[in-house]
C-alpha cells in the first residue's frame, strides 16, 4: 500500500537488491532496469503464486485467472484468450472505443447554460472503461446487465478492501470460520458471476464476434474449467480495469496540471481531428507520450506481483537468484528514480519520448509487464486512454482543484483500491468550440 514511499527508504538503506516480507513469504526486490530485463527474459516460463502473496481471499477471487496459473496451464489458458486480445482484433474494435469515448463525454458534459463540471480523477472515469471492455467480452449491454454489472462493481470492491485492509486475509484457517461475512460474500459473488455469464453467453446466441461465445463454449467441453473462465473474465473486467483506471485517472490529472503540456496536446488533437480512428492507433504522437510518461510517472503499482523463475538467474551485478525464489520489481525506481531518466525524471514532460527509440523504451519502462508475459489487455488500455483523453481535451479545459496534495506535496491517493487511484478533483470548462 506504500510501496512508492517505502521502496525509497528500503532501496537507500540496503541497496539495488534485497529481501523482504509479505506476511510470512520472503520476496526479493530488484530496483535495476538491468537486473529487470535479465530476470523477466523468460517470464511466460515463470511461476506465479495463486494468491500473489496477497492471502487466501485473493486466491479466492482470482487464484485461477490467466495473471496468476502457471506453465503449462498459463499456455493452455493464453491459447484460449490471446485470439480475442491481440492487435489486430482490438484494432477492429477502435471505432467503437471512439464511440463509447464521445457518449461518455457527451454524459458527463453540464446542461443547459452550466459551462463547468467538477470530477474526481479517481471515481468518476472509472465506469467508462469498465462497460468498454464489458461490451467488448459480452457485446452490447442492455439495462438489465448494466444493473446487473453495477452491483457486482459493488461485491468486488468490498472484498479487495477487505483483501488490503483485513489482516483474517492473511490468516488461511480464517477461511473456515462460519460467522466470516466475507467467505459468504465470496460465494455469492461467484454464483452471480456465473449466471451473469451464462445469461451473456445465451444472449449473443453463438455470434463469434464476442470473446464470451468461444469462452463458455471451452468451459462446456471441458478445455476450461468454471473457476478458470470466471476467474479470468473478472481479470480482465475487475481487476484490470482498475488498472486502467489508474492510468486514465493520472493522465487527466496531470494533463490539468500542466497547463503548457495541455496546451501543445489540444493543437495535437485539432491537427488530426479529421482522423481520430488512425490518431489514437499511432504511437509516434504527443497523445501517445502523454500516455508514456504518465505510466512512467504514475506506474499502476509501485511494485510488480511476486513470481520465480525456473532456473537460476544471475544478474546484471553479480546477485545469484536461485530458481524459485520469489522476486518482485520496484516499477517507481525503475520509471522514475533510474539515472537514465536525467535530472529532470521527477517531472512530468511526454516530449522526453520524443528522442528515445523503442528499444531504449522497451528496456527502460514498465508499461504492461516486463519480458513475453505481457498484460492481455494492454491494446485495449492503449487505445481506450487515447480515445478519452481526444474527447476530453478535445472539448474541455480542465484545472485542478485544491485538497488533491498532501502536506509535503505528495499527490493523495485512495487506500483500499487494487491500484494507487489519486484522490484529486479536476474543474472542467467547456471550450468555445469543441474540436471533435
Known amino acids: 500500500m506504500r510501496g512508492r514511499v517505502k521502496g525509497i527508504e528500503w532501496q537507500a538503506k540496503y541497496g539495488s537488491v534485497y529481501r523482504i516480507w509479505s506476511g510470512d513469504q520472503a520476496e526479493v526486490v530488484l530496483t535495476r532496469w538491468q537486473d529487470a530485463l535479465e530476470f523477466y527474459r523468460d517470464s511466460h516460463l515463470h511461476i506465479k503464486p495463486r494468491d500473489s502473496d496477497g492471502g487466501w481471499m485473493f486466491k479466492a477471487i482470482l487464484g485461477f485467472g490467466l495473471g496468476l496459473v502457471s506453465e503449462s496451464q498459463w499456455r493452455r489458458l493464453r491459447g484460449h484468450f490471446d485470439p480475442h486480445f491481440n492487435f489486430g482484433i482490438v484494432s477492429k474494435f477502435v471505432p467503437d472505443i471512439l464511440l463509447e469515448a464521445d457518449e461518455f463525454v457527451q454524459g458527463i458534459s453540464p ?43 459493488d461485491m468486488h ?19 473456515y470460520l462460519p460467522f466470516l461475512q466475507v467467505s459468504r460474500t465470496i460465494k455469492t459473488f461467484h454464483d452471480r458471476w456465473l449466471d451473469f455469464n451464462h445469461d451473456a453467453f445465451e444472449k449473443v446466441k453463438g455470434d463469434p464476434n464476442y470473446p464470451i461465445t ?25 481487476a484490470n480495469v482498475d488498472v486502467s483506471a489508474g492510468v486514465v485517472a493520472w493522465s487527466i490529472l496531470m494533463t490539468s496540471v500542466h497547463q503548457s503540456h495541455q496546451k501543445r496536446l489540444r493543437a495535437e488533437i485539432a491537427e488530426n481531428a479529421h482522423d481520430l480512428d488512425g490518431y489514437v492507433r499511432r504511437s509516434d504522437t504527443y497523445l501517445h507520450h502523454t500516455l508514456l510518461e504518465t505510466l512512467r510517472v504514475h506506474p499502476v503499482a509501485p511494485l510488480i506481483p511476486p513470481e520465480s523463475a525456473t532456473v537460476d538467474k544471475v544478474l546484471d551485478d553479480g546477485y545469484v537468484i536461485p530458481r524459485g525464489v520469489k522476486v518482485i520489481t520496484d516499477v517507481v525506481a525503475v520509471n522514475v528514480r533510474d539515472e537514465f531518466w536525467g535530472d529532470d525524471r521527477e517531472l512530468f514532460k511526454p516530449e522526453r519520448f520524443e528522442k528515445l527509440t523503442a528499444e531504449e ?22 487505445r481506450m486512454v487515447k480515445a478519452l483523453l481526444v474527447y476530453m481535451f478535445g472539448r474541455f479545459e480542465g484545472v485542478e482543484l485544491p485538497n488533491g496534495q498532501d502536506a509535503k506535496g505528495d499527490w493523495k491517493v485512495k487506500v483500499d483500491t487494487f491500484v494507487q487511484l489519486p484522490d484529486a478533483r479536476v474543474r472542467f470548462t467547456k471550450l468555445a468550440k469543441p474540436l471533435v
Not at 468498454?132 to 446487465?145: I, N, R, W
Not at 470492491?157 to 477461511?175: G, Q
Not at 462446456?220 to 480482465?236: C, F, I, P, R, W
Open 111 to 153: 446542461s443547459g447554460s452550466a459551462n463547468t463540471i467538477d470530477m474526481h480523477t479517481g471515481d468518476d472515469f472509472k465506469p467508462f472503461g469498465f462497460f468498454l471492455v464489458a461490451k467488448f467480452l459480452f457485446g452490447e449491454l442492455d439495462k438489465s446487465q448494466r444493473q446487473i454489472l453495477t452491483e457486482l462493481i
Open 157 to 175: 470492491t468490498s472484498i479487495f478492501k477487505l483483501i488490503f485492509t483485513d489482516v483474517k486475509a492473511m490468516i488461511p484457517v480464517a477461511r
Open 214 to 238: 468461444h469462452l463458455w463454449q471451452a468451459k462446456e467441453n471441458g478445455t476450461m474449467s468454471e473457476k478458470e473462465l470466471l476467474n479470468t473474465v473478472d481479470e480482465s473486467l475487475f
Open 361 to 382: 523504451v522497451k528496456r527502460h519502462l514498465f508499461q504492461f509487464g516486463f519480458g513475453p508475459r505481457q498484460c492481455l489487455g494492454k491494446y485495449i488500455a492503449d
